[in-house]
């Protein structure tokens, strides 16, 4: 039990960066209690003392914001962020390592018994406000925007966003990916986020930034080629090394590189398995 406490805390401390202490988390994170009640809950409802696992699901929906069903089955590592709003059916899977924001319905579309409400496998990500309705699949790692309302699988790793949710395409994050594959070590370079300039990103400044870098890269690749031919030819050009950019360079910027390098190296080497 308390293995599977300091587990849970983990969890949020690799996911949450407001997240400061052990004590903290252990005593105001809401998604936290709603989650060790609903393990009591289960058991009592699996034992099937229901009436007594019901009253206690609703003793946490009172003190946390967040209804859990005690017949959802819930993995290892959830992480429910702030809460409020969350309410989980009562034949919801949820798997290892799965983040649900506030205001999230894992809910059903039907009045008839069975299967009747989502599997969100491991480590999706549903965002704040979105609806998932229905006994429908969230693959691995897949991601459901803020505020959509999803009634179909999304395959692993794939992201759904909008009213009804449609799945970005992967295959131009693939064809990229074929075309110029430099685009990730550009972006690490700069000090931006690997997610901020995926292709398959929502936001049109975080697409508008990797389509510049791209830009730049192939600048670079043209002003390299040009310069060893120059050079052939008995010219003095492009003798001096360009400047490495570094964290000084931005120190008057407000912009702490250093800072977010260190948390690519640690979003990196995190393993949601552990």
């Not at 090394?241 to 912009?255: P, R, V």
Request: charged letters at 25%.
């Amino acid at each position: 039990m308390f293995a599977r406490i300091k587990d849970d805390i983990q969890g949020v401390f690799h996911r949450d960066p407001a997240a400061r202490n052990t004590f903290e988390v252990l005593t105001n994170y809401p998604g936290l209690h709603a989650v060790w009640l609903h393990r009591i809950s289960h058991k009592l409802w699996k034992a099937e003392w229901k009436w007594l696992a019901r009253s206690l699901s609703t003793f946490s929906r009172w003190l946390t914001g967040i209804e859990i069903h005690p017949g959802a089955t819930l993995g290892r590592r959830v992480f429910i962020d702030h809460g409020m709003g969350v309410v989980i059916g009562e034949t919801a899977e949820i798997g290892d390592d799965v983040t649900l924001y506030h205001g999230v319905t894992l809910g059903g579309t039907s009045w008839k018994a069975g299967k009747r409400h989502p599997t969100l496998k491991k480590g999706a990500v549903v965002g704040a406000g979105a609806k998932v309705l229905g006994p429908i699949v969230i693959g691995e790692n897949a991601k459901v925007g803020s505020n959509s309302v999803v009634v179909k699988d999304i395959p692993d790793g794939a992201t759904a966003v909008g009213i009804p949710g449609r799945i970005i395409i992967s295959k131009q994050k693939e064809m990229n990916a074929s075309v110029n594959p430099e685009r990730d070590k550009i972006a690490q370079k700069y000090g931006f986020d690997a997610y901020a300039v995926a292709p398959d990103n929502p936001d049109p400044v975080a697409n508008a930034m990797g389509i510049m870098l791209e830009h730049m890269h192939q600048m670079d690749t043209k002003v390299e080629e040009m310069c060893k031919v120059i050079q052939s030819l008995g010219g003095d050009v492009c003798t001096d090394n360009l400047h490495n950019i570094s964290a000084e360079d931005f120190a008057e910027t407000g912009f702490d590189l250093t800072e977010t390098q260190e948390r690519e190296k640690a979003h990196s080497s995190f393993d949601p398995a552990i």
